[in-house]
């Protein structure tokens, strides 16, 4: 193994880095760069999707630390392009001096993401794992004239590192049972021991990290005052990457290293294992996003709630397991990102505009800007699952995977709340929309300005929500060969 | 060539958003009446041996890997129902022909919820049917939320909640069919034999969620409230068309799929059905808005369907896809009459307050349609309400003796609250115009200036009313081609 190579199957990440020290000295350089700033790193995570491309089909090093496999590739790429339309959000937020800094920022924690998906390993995944956090928690606290946004970055930090702390210490009892950090590895170790109270308190411990990050209740607490508090563009790239992120390693742990103590989650027939943990998490997730929203009055706070009831539906297809539960969460996952990018982008123009991201400033917007509002609506169906957008497919993927998982329909319970679950959201998502589209404009009947760079991201996030609702297969079928 | 309904009509809901607003209507009416052109052309076209199966348009894969597929059919009874929706549609434009608020939305939510429809009556797989049946409920929302009357964002959020709620079922009817059988081909899982214990948990799982959007009782209420709070155009299209998307699906989809669980509880969906003819019809009788009778009419003839459907026999369940027809004809023409020829006039829909306007000689071709309309509803031979319910009472004096009895008692209370509405709002007699003035109800001062009827309306109304004098004439030109249909499923006896 030469340095060489080790450089050329990690170029996507060191191509990512290399741009983010040139755009912290453009940043340097001169204050007022901003266009200059976001071009090279919208450049510099083009070359990276390129660099992505000419890697070898296969490949693995240092017992996993580092893996290339069509997987890993198709989401390192997923995750780029969601930090491509982060990076494009990014001139609309006011708010942000230091347009260098913040960038060279998400270009970290793009970093971040790439070894969190890349790795097959338990050490390599936590330094994945940090380095995502870290950027992220500055990233929620960026505006440092505003106290929510303070706020919010405390926060996160808190819980954050308490939940980094959970899962290291849960790692370190996995190793202990089996002697090794290697994914593949654990899953022979696994195989012949039955969960033992140390085992279960170390998958326990290790999956309290990853519901941390993928807003699963109750560790979903940090969530409501990151979204609404952050910088808009930090809180679209914490609700998207690094949820899509999170979601492929804990797919990976659980369903490759833990795959020997899977369980039952079917009613009546729970066995031990991680399955049972999940579908807790994901019963109370949807109970509680789904309930919490209704109460709400503020879209990112909404927001907010429904992605922890959206991360409840996601965990569906791993308590499933199995190729086609995995690849039904990859999905989901993937286009909910894309979805909640977009309403995160069209909050931001609306927030410019008004000053505020609360119902009342979204109210009548279809007369203040027709794009904006038929955009949003697009992503609020999606998200309520309706047809023919993406939401609605990804839906009847998860749930008809969780249903033919476990033989005789061991899951409709948990496919029958989740359903009952997206009911009582549809209430809230149509308040939502009901405000956009029914009520009447106050006094205030500024027209919403939309530059052509957001007038061109936005819509090309609503065409596809929309075709990835029409023609699935497209992602889907990528999704499904990529799997081993 | 019958599938170019949907595709016509998208693309009209499409085309309509990036044209100018004077345009609106015109583009509707175009993609309406085109749809509906294309759909008797099929009609005329199709021997009839051919619509005794459920027979393949189109087939394209549409996401392999999960085995999903672009799938059209055309039978007896859909091609009925895609008649009834082109009718339908057409004369709600011609009923919206002076929409003056945001026009080109308007018409681009209308079509949505014909597009859709089309889809459903004419989709052969399990999940494109979903997907089209699901696709009619929020462009609902948006048509009442936005341009209702009374109450309208209560009322659109209370229908749109049951359909959700309505489709919240289906969704897991369809998905245990889809684990179990493996295929989301109607065709392939009608031939599939699942287990009766599967059977007898999905079975109303599955009907009970399409039976929401039919108004089965007791969960019809956002029937009545839905009709009132939405615009003329929404009420026509809800009770001639949406309320049929859920018999249809309930025939199509429930019974067809798990005959065994139907078997089990059809007596069930036979009491249901008799309750909800007689009590709707009761609660009519007592309404005091013009509107409220016309809804809960709806659901009252909604039961007779359920009940045709019950029966389990060609003739009853056959009956019940004429009593589709019928009556989407019949509601949007007694919609059309209240909402659109009456409210919008007078400004009120106050049975007290419109006896006092003797609009029998204001408005004489609405007074004219209005009969026309009632009789049709309450079942004078001659028209379809007759011919339809007349079948279904038939089929089910061979297995519900008793039922047919019982709704026999309930035909005289439908006739009751019809002609009772129909004295009170254009034949009433002067003495009630003093409690009026007395302030009850505001009377709008310039009614007067836009009382004739537009040419527009009269055609709408006379399309309409022509339907439903020549199925009731001729019954047979529409049985001819259920029958056949009906008798090829396997949930009849």
């Not at chain 1, 998906?117 to 928690?137: R, W």
């Not at chain 1, 049972?276 to 509680?288: D, E, F, K, R």
């Not at chain 1, 009548?364 to 904006?372: A, C, D, F, K, T």
Request: hydrophobic share 60%; glycine share 8%.
């Amino acid at each position: 193994m030469s340095y060489l190579e080790l450089l050329k199957l990690a170029s996507p990440e060191a191509v990512i880095v290399v741009t983010a020290l040139a755009v912290l000295a453009i940043g340097l350089a001169s204050t007022r760069a901003f266009a200059l700033c976001s071009a090279v790193a919208t450049l510099g995570l083009v070359f990276a999707i390129g660099a992505v491309l000419v890697l070898p089909q296969n490949a693995t090093l240092f017992g996993g630390m580092l893996v290339i496999s069509p997987l890993n590739s198709l989401f390192k790429i997923i995750c780029i392009v969601l930090a491509v339309f982060t990076v494009l959000m990014t001139p609309s937020e006011k708010s942000l001096r230091n347009h260098g800094e913040y960038l060279a920022i998400i270009l970290l924690a793009t970093a971040g993401l790439m070894l969190l998906v890349g790795s097959e390993e338990f050490l390599m995944i936590f330094i994945g794992l940090e380095l995502l956090g870290l950027s992220l928690y500055v990233m929620a606290a960026f505006d440092k004239t505003d106290l929510r946004s303070a706020e919010a970055g405390l926060k996160y930090f808190l819980f954050g590192s308490t939940a980094s702390a959970f899962t290291l210490f849960g790692i370190s009892f996995v190793y202990g049972m089996s002697g090794t950090t290697s994914l593949a590895a654990i899953a022979e170790k696994l195989t012949s021991a039955s969960v033992q109270p140390l085992l279960a308190v170390g998958i326990i411990m290790t999956l309290v990290g990853f519901a941390f990050k993928i807003a699963a209740a109750p560790f979903h607490l940090w969530a409501p005052d990151a979204y609404q508090g952050a910088p808009v563009p930090s809180a679209a790239f914490i609700a998207s990457a690094s949820k899509v992120a999170s979601f492929v390693v804990l797919g990976k742990i659980v369903l490759v290293g833990f795959a020997p103590v899977h369980g039952g989650a079917a009613w009546h027939a729970m066995v031990a294992g991680w399955s049972p943990v999940l579908a807790t998490l994901a019963a109370l997730s949807i109970l509680v996003g789904n309930l919490v929203a209704l109460a709400q009055t503020n879209v990112r706070r909404l927001l907010a709630y429904s992605a922890v009831a959206h991360a409840g539906y996601t965990l569906l297809g791993l308590v499933a397991g199995g190729r086609d539960g995995f690849s039904a969460t990859l999905f989901y996952t993937t286009i909910y990102a894309v979805t909640l990018v977009g309403a995160f982008g069209v909050v931001a123009l609306v927030r410019r505009e008004t000053g505020g991201d609360d119902f009342s400033d979204f109210s009548g917007l279809w007369s203040r800007s027709p794009l904006l509002a038929g955009c949003m609506s697009i992503f609020i169906l999606s998200l309520a699952g309706i047809p023919p957008l993406a939401g609605f497919f990804g839906k009847f993927y998860l749930f008809s995977a969780a249903l033919g998982a476990g033989g005789n329909h061991g899951l409709l319970w948990l496919v029958a709340l989740a359903l009952f679950g997206s009911l009582i959201s549809l209430y809230y998502y149509l308040i939502v929309l009901k405000v956009i589209f029914v009520d009447e404009t106050a006094a205030q009947t500024s027209v919403v300005k939309v530059d052509l760079l957001s007038r061109l991201s936005l819509t090309l996030l609503a065409l596809l929500v929309l075709l990835l609702g029409i023609t699935p297969e497209t992602l889907a079928a990528r999704i499904i060969a990529s799997l081993p | 060539m019958i599938a170019w309904t949907i595709y016509i009509t998208f693309a009209g809901a499409v085309v309509l958003l990036f044209m100018p607003r004077f345009l609106a209507r015109w583009i509707a009416l175009v993609t309406t009446v085109a749809d509906f052109v294309v759909s008797l052309i099929a009609f005329f076209q199709t021997s009839i041996v051919d619509l005794a199966h459920f027979n393949t348009i189109v087939r394209v894969p549409w996401v392999p890997s999960l085995g999903m597929n672009y799938h059209l059919a055309v039978d007896g009874i859909s091609l009925t129902m895609v008649l009834v929706t082109g009718i339908v549609a057409v004369s709600t434009v011609l009923f919206s022909w002076d929409a003056d608020h945001r026009q080109n939305e308007f018409f681009f939510w209308l079509l949505l919820v014909v597009a859709g429809s089309y889809g459903v009556f004419l989709s052969a797989d399990l999940f494109l049917l979903f997907v089209f049946y699901e696709l009619v409920i929020v462009p609902k929302y948006f048509l009442i939320a936005i341009f209702g009357s009374t109450n309208k964002e209560y009322g659109a959020m209370k229908l749109t909640l049951y359909s959700f709620f309505g489709g919240a079922l289906v969704f897991i009817g369809i998905l245990v069919a889809y684990v179990t059988a493996g295929s989301l081909d109607l065709n392939q899982l009608a031939q599939f034999q699942f287990a009766p214990q599967l059977q007898a948990w999905a079975f109303p799982v599955l009907f009970l969620g399409f039976a929401v959007l039919a108004g089965i009782w007791p969960l019809h209420t956002w029937a009545p409230t839905g009709h009132v709070a939405a615009p003329t155009a929404g009420s026509m299209l809800l009770a001639g068309i949406v309320m049929k998307l859920g018999a249809y699906g309930g025939l199509r989809v429930a019974m067809n799929l798990f005959p065994q669980g139907f078997e089990m509880w059809r007596n069930w969906i036979a009491i249901l059905a008799v309750i909800g003819i007689l009590y709707a019809a009761a609660v009519a009788l007592r309404q005091s808005d013009l509107k409220f009778v016309i809804g809960y009419s709806s659901v009252s003839h909604m039961g007779f369907v359920l009940l045709g459907l019950a029966t389990a026999n060609a003739l009853g369940v056959s009956g019940a896809v004429l009593q589709m027809f019928s009556h989407g004809v019949i509601a949007a023409l007694l919609f059309a009459v209240a909402g659109r020829m009456i409210y919008r006039r007078t400004h009120t829909r106050e049975l007290d307050a419109l006896s006092g306007m003797n609009l029998s000689h204001v408005l004489p071709f609405a007074a004219f349609t209005f009969v026309v309309a009632s009789a049709a509803s309450i079942g004078i031979p001659g028209f379809s309400g007759f011919a339809a319910e007349i079948t279904i009472l038939i089929g089910a004096w061979k297995t519900f003796p008793l039922a047919v009895w019982i709704t026999g008692a309930g035909m005289v209370l439908v006739a009751a609250f019809t002609l009772r509405a129909l004295k009170k709002s254009f034949f009433g007699d002067a003495v009630s115009s003093v409690r009026m003035q007395e302030g009850r109800v505001t009377l709008d001062a310039d009614w007067n200036e836009q009382q004739s009827i537009t040419a527009a309306e009269k055609i709408g109304a006379a399309l309409l009313m022509f339907a439903t004098l020549a199925v009731g004439l001729y019954p047979k030109f529409l049985l001819d081609r259920i029958m056949p249909a009906v008798e090829a499923m396997r949930c009849l006896k």
